[in-house]
């Protein structure tokens, strides 16, 4: 009797696996694309750094712009940029894993 009502449980669980993986998958792979639309966005907005790196080179003092760039618009980009990239990261991890969970269940 305990045999049978484990293998109804694992039917049961496999049942809900082989459902919910591939609509995980989908999920995941909207939220990858949606996310590299907006950060291409945000880099092509982002202005180009060859300028700040010429300070370095003549020695000129750090501006009060320059100091508080995380508050200004490049800073916020530069943000956007990074949790951008991280949530792709984190979502290609968790669909490689939903891929190894269904390939250990066939």
Do not use: H
Not at 64 to 76: A, E, I, L, T, V
């Amino acid at each position: 009797m305990d045999y049978i009502s484990k293998l109804l449980a694992d039917g049961l669980q496999n049942d809900f696996w082989t459902k919910t993986l591939p609509i995980l998958r989908y999920v995941l792979f909207f939220i990858v694309v949606a996310c590299a639309i907006v950060m291409i966005i945000t880099v092509i907005m982002q202005s180009n750094s060859a300028d700040g790196s010429l300070d370095v080179m003549t020695g000129s003092q750090e501006s009060y712009y320059s100091q508080n760039k995380g508050s200004s618009r490049d800073g916020k980009l530069k943000i956007i940029t990074i949790v951008m990239a991280s949530i792709i990261f984190v979502c290609i991890v968790l669909y490689l894993v939903t891929m190894l969970i269904n390939g250990v269940g066939q």
